[in-house]
């Protein structure tokens, strides 16, 4: 199910930790999985979790846990928005909104094109820049709909390195 | 060791007791949900958050170990505070629907947030729904009550020993369910539900029946395992609706398997009966009265013994009937002048007999087996068999003991166990290679396993052996008890034995075997064991809650014969199988009816009363032999009350001790070859929920019936569909496949207990299996052909 390649990867991250605790690996082993499939559906995280000789509902709470973790297909950017305290002082429901409107989309929905998924995370540690999102490995923050918009137009435009 | 004072009252507690434990022990109550004495402590629900002097912030109790010195109040205005705070978020998304939630009136959150709750919510918003998992025909799931506490979860990881149940999703997402809504496989399922401070897991199968507060409580005694736990029968009416563990430390803590649980499910199975039944001349079944009924089976049994002698007559009993029951049927046969009765219908070689212990004992108690550090089970799955004694061997384990298990096939532990299995048939050359390596102890560090375990077994000190039913289910039995009984010798090492049923040791001491009578003494005469009744012509049975069609090894075989017996009276519940054979059958108390005592695997003698009243016309089963041994002029039947038989019982069995020698003497070392396998070795025995005639009929625990198969066999056998044919000398069945690694090469496994497998006959036969194909798409069993 997993290329030769993710699986060494994994093999590399369980000889981390000692033999009779393969859960710590978990973490690694579901993100590799991730990585090269592009999301975890139900096979691949029991196959994953049989890999490390776990119950699979282990390795069900942990992928439906943390929001880094997708279980279903998402679109090229994934905009995670925060909602958690400083941001939503801030106004990051004015943010979920706008992007709502503009992307035609809900949380945990995808565009049409593929090209966009929106989600509400939880605290990224961004706090002093609310409200911020992250996109791919960056964070953008102290947003407002204009810089949103800006962003949406260069993603749309082919960018993949916006500043 | 820290001095402490809670609420004013000092006292001193061991380090490392939890403020939790220290209130309790001073009789203070703490509010909680998620803990609990017997599971880890998640500190989830903060409940039981309490004032700790100096410290900025509550605590929680059940997670804060006591520091000398420390002062707690649990009723400041700061605890009260806090404790207000958590009911009201508990409750945000709590449906508050208790009117129609069968945990109202036994609900921890309702009693807690009547007791401790400010009434008034500050929560206005929409409460969130959670959808609801089916997770099997046990447990109803109402998700959107839960709190999160875990404690299900806890219990499947900690004391069922597989995970099953998970807590998926965050924060407000979270919600509890089994991964894809798979039907939950513990055989300890239902103690959730007993564990579920709210109505989120509620049982099934009592769903909407009635209302804690209006049920009858009754202590009772497990019927469906050795273990004996003790359990709490609740009824209404003449109903039974609901059966729970009983808190007993010593025997099942405060758990109960499933089969125990629900088992009560099958007492109104439409076969049972309620009105003696007579079959008449024309083969036809009549309800008739007890005076009719009486008159018959008097005359029936005169008749048969006129004609052939007591040596003609034999009698078949439960070992789940009580010590009184066992006790009147010895004195009834032995009264009338046949030696043959017994109780062990599913045993194959009697050659062991003279051996055999007193009773079969544990020989210590199900607490000091928790401590044992090396078990070896014998042929003994005790998960399905015993499955709160096998509760205690996964504590052993938890406590660092290993258990060995020595087997015909791979069995499906919830704990780790060290596993040995023979190959085909050879289940006697497993146990005589063990033996033979306890003379080269002393050589270099070894990698088979078995030379592993007689070093081990050398090394530990005093290990435990314990004998399962499946090893005297086998056909070489005697050879095997032999091979035991000189490894047991070998390492120095104690047995102990896995009775079968609820009171298998209670029909050893009563005398219900054919060599021993009340006591264990032995007889003048030894009469013939179960097994041998079907070829020896008997003429007349008495049976006393059997279904010698599927509780004996050849099934079909015995059916035949008794139906061309003369006379067969049935003392029985159910009537479908007696009606092939019977010619009268007697109503008799089942399962809460009636009142009795059992000696469990231990030893221990535990009696219960009946919890609900006599349905129709049937009789306590000791009220029916008093009867029947009375109105054959039989000395010592001159009973009216049942403490009376309980007295006389008590006075013929004498003192029986806990801590019995296992073997008397034992009959020299065979030699054992492997049975013969042409082409294939039929395997098998009696699965969780087929062992005795109430659980077989309890609908919310049927297990689909499936013959299994390794799939290398399978490969090699050429079968690739789902179905097969198998056949042995006896006859053919069609049945499911199911493929599993557990079965060894050379082997299908097919289970004893159904009708469907009874035409099979014996385990541990050859048998032939061909692909079959499927009429039409039947997924269950299928009849035989």
Request: hydrophobic fraction near 40%.
């Amino acid at each position: 199910m997993l290329s030769e390649k993710s699986l060494e990867a994994i093999a590399f991250e369980r000889s981390k930790y000692p033999p009779e605790e393969s859960r710590s690996a978990l973490l690694a082993a579901l993100r590799i999985a991730q990585e090269e499939q592009g999301y975890l559906r139900d096979e691949l995280i029991t196959y994953v979790a049989n890999l490390l000789d776990l119950p699979p509902i282990q390795a069900f709470e942990v992928a439906t846990f943390y929001t880094m973790y997708d279980l279903k297909p998402v679109g090229r950017h994934k905009f995670c928005v925060c909602g958690s305290v400083s941001c939503f002082l801030n106004g990051s429901d004015r943010i979920i909104r706008h992007l709502s409107e503009r992307l035609g989309i809900g949380l945990g929905e995808t565009t049409e094109d593929g090209l966009f998924t929106l989600q509400e995370v939880e605290c990224l540690g961004a706090c002093k820049d609310a409200p911020m999102l992250q996109l791919g490995d960056r964070y953008y923050e102290n947003l407002t709909p204009e810089s949103l918009d800006a962003l949406i137009a260069e993603l749309q435009g082919g960018s993949t390195d916006v500043r | 060791m820290p001095h402490i004072e809670i609420d004013g009252q000092s006292i001193e507690v061991a380090a490392g007791t939890t403020i939790m434990e220290a209130a309790e022990s001073l009789g203070i109550y703490i509010p909680f949900f998620c803990y609990h004495p017997k599971l880890s402590v998640a500190a989830n629900c903060r409940m039981c958050l309490v004032d700790v002097e100096k410290a900025p912030k509550p605590l929680p109790a059940c997670a804060t170990p006591v520091a000398d010195g420390m002062k707690i109040a649990t009723a400041s205005r700061k605890a009260k505070m806090a404790q207000q705070g958590v009911l009201e978020f508990l409750l945000i998304n709590h449906p508050l629907d208790c009117p129609i939630c069968d945990q109202g009136g036994e609900c921890p959150l309702q009693d807690i947030t009547m007791g401790f709750a400010n009434p008034h919510s500050h929560y206005q918003e929409e409460k969130r729904v959670v959808e609801d998992k089916d997770i099997g025909p046990l447990i109803t799931t109402e998700m959107t009550r839960c709190i999160q506490c875990t404690r299900c979860v806890r219990f499947g990881q900690e004391i069922g020993g597989i995970k099953e149940l998970g807590a998926t999703g965050r924060g407000e997402h979270m919600a509890i369910g089994t991964y894809v809504a798979k039907a939950v496989q513990s055989e300890l399922s239902g103690n959730m539900i007993d564990l579920c401070p709210v109505g989120a897991l509620t049982s099934k199968p009592f769903r909407y029946k009635a209302r804690s507060w209006e049920l009858k409580h009754t202590p009772g005694v497990c019927p469906h395992c050795s273990t004996g736990c003790n359990t709490d029968v609740q009824s209404l009416g003449k109903e039974v609706l609901r059966v729970l563990p009983r808190h007993n430390e010593a025997v099942n803590e405060q758990w109960i398997c499933d089969k125990g649980r629900y088992a009560y499910t099958g007492l109104n199975a439409p076969d049972r009966v309620t009105k003696p039944l007579l079959r008449q001349k024309d083969g036809e079944w009549a309800e008739v009265s007890w005076a009719e009924a009486l008159e018959a089976t008097l005359a029936g049994l005169d008749k048969m013994l006129a004609r052939h002698g007591a040596d003609k007559l034999a009698g078949l009993i439960s070992a789940q009937s009580s010590n009184e029951e066992l006790f009147l049927f010895q004195g009834l046969l032995r009264g009338l002048g046949s030696p043959h009765l017994d109780h062990r219908l599913r045993q194959q070689d009697f050659r062991a007999d003279a051996a055999m212990p007193r009773y079969p004992a544990l020989s210590m108690t199900l607490e000091e087996l928790e401590r044992e550090p090396l078990i070896v089970l014998c042929h003994a799955f005790t998960r399905h068999q015993q499955p709160l004694t096998n509760h205690r061997l996964h504590k052993a384990v938890l406590n660092g003991g290993k258990v060995v298990s020595i087997d015909s096939i791979h069995q499906d532990f919830n704990f780790p166990v060290t596993q040995l299995v023979a190959e085909a048939g050879a289940d006697g050359h497993l146990y005589q290679q063990l033996a033979e390596h306890f003379a080269h102890l002393h050589e270099a560090p070894q990698r088979d396993p078995l030379a592993v375990l007689a070093q081990e077994l050398a090394a530990a000190d005093n290990p435990l052996i314990l004998i399962g039913s499946a090893l005297l289910h086998h056909p070489q039995a005697a050879d095997l008890l032999a091979q035991v009984e000189s490894i047991a010798e070998l390492s120095g090492g104690r047995i102990g034995w896995l009775a079968e049923e609820a009171n298998s040791a209670g029909a050893w001491l009563s005398g219900c075997v054919p060599h021993r009578g009340p006591g264990g003494h032995p007889v003048d005469a030894a009469g013939l064991p179960a097994d041998a009744y079907w070829e020896a012509g008997m003429q007349g049975f008495i049976l006393f809650g059997v279904e010698p069609g599927v509780d004996s090894m050849r099934g079909a075989e015995a059916v035949q014969r008794l139906a061309n017996a003369e006379f067969v009276l049935s003392i029985s519940h159910f009537a479908q199988e007696a009606r092939q054979y019977a010619d009268v059958i007697l109503p008799m108390a089942a399962f809460a009816e009636g009142a009795g005592s059992y000696v469990n695997n231990e030893g221990r003698l535990q009696s219960f009363r009946a919890a609900v009243k006599l349905p129709g016309e049937a009789r306590p089963g000791w009220k029916i032999l008093r009867v029947l041994g009375d109105s054959l002029k039989l000395p010592d039947f001159q009973y009216n009350e049942l403490s009376e038989v309980s007295a006389a019982w008590q006075h013929a069995v004498g003192d029986y001790g806990m801590d019995i020698p296992p073997f008397q003497a034992f009959p020299p070392l065979h030699a054992t070859q492997a049975l013969p396998a042409g082409p294939l070795l039929r395997l098998g025995d009696w699965p969780i929920y087929q062992g005795d005639p109430l659980v077989r009929r309890a609908a919310p625990l049927h297990n689909p019936l499936r013959a299994r198969m390794h799939p290398q066999q399978a490969h090699l056998s050429g079968i690739q569909g789902e179905v097969v044919e198998v056949s042995t000398a006896a006859g053919k069945v069609t049945l499911a496949l199911e493929l599993d690694t557990h079965i060894p090469l050379g082997c299908i496994w097919v289970p004893l207990g159904y009708s469907e497998t009874a035409v099979l006959g014996a385990a541990y036969t050859p048998c032939s299996v061909v692909m079959a194909a499927l009429p039409e798409r039947q997924p269950e069993s299928l009849r035989a052909s």
